[in-house]
Every structure is written in C-alpha cells, then in structure tokens.
C-alpha cells in the first residue's frame, strides 16, 4: 500500500471528496474539476455496474463516501488513460473508504470492485 502522503493517494482522496461534494452541490471549483467532470461523465454506467455487483444495496441506500469511492475506482479500472494495475487502484479505493467511512465501508468496497473485476474479466474472455 501506497503511504498516505503518496502524491497518487492524496489526488485520489481530493477526488473522492470532490465526488462527494458533488452528491449535494455542483459548483466545487477545484483543481480535479476535469477528473470529476470524466467520471460523471461516466455516472450511468458506473452506477449500473454498482447496481449490478451490489444488489443488495440500491444506490440511493450506499453512503455517500462509498459511493463516491466506489464510482472513482470504477472509473480508473475501466475508463481512465494510462491505468494502474487493478489491485494497486482497488487497494487503494479500499483504504480511502476506511480512512473517510464506516467500519463496514472498506469491506463494502471491495466486495463490489472484486465483483465488478470478476465480471469484467469473464465478459472481456
């Protein structure tokens, strides 16, 4: 794992709060305004993955800092130029859900992108 002061890690974090902010307001003003802009961009299809690997969990029911999270980690793993290794982004997406969610969320987010990573794999075979 990457340190919490790794360059990656913090732009990572400024994007799920940017996310996060977005949820309730649409002005944020900020330096990863294009990035959020990509992945919202890409919102419907994220979120129907989440839907689809989640079941359980109907989007309007997922705390707002996982679904945050969840939506950038998807983004990276499948839309992003220039990808890091999938375990290097869900690593990571997992451990900024435990530093900014609940106790459950780090857990949570895994299960979905180990899911999505599965489904993905055996569509892409």
């Known amino acids: 794992m990457k340190t919490k002061d790794d360059p990656r890690h913090r732009q990572r ?3 799920m709060q940017a996310l996060f902010q977005n ?4 002005a944020i003003g900020t ?3 294009e990035i959020v802009a990509e992945i919202q961009s890409k919102k419907s299809q ?3 993955l989440i839907s689809k690997n989640a079941p359980a969990w109907p989007i309007e029911q997922i705390g707002q800092v ?3 999270t969840l939506r950038l980690a998807i983004w990276e793993l499948l ?4 990808k890091e290794p999938y375990k290097a982004i869900i690593d990571e997406a997992v451990e900024i859900a435990k530093e900014y969610g609940t106790d459950a969320s780090g857990t949570f987010v895994n299960g979905v992108l180990g899911s ?3 489904s993905k794999i055996t569509i892409n075979h």
Request: aromatic share 8%.
């Open 13 to 15: 974090v400024k994007i």
């Open 23 to 26: 949820s309730f307001n649409k």
């Open 31 to 33: 330096d990863v305004d």
């Open 46 to 48: 994220i979120d129907k």
């Open 66 to 68: 996982d679904l945050a």
């Open 79 to 82: 839309y992003k130029k220039g």
């Open 116 to 118: 999505v990573i599965k």
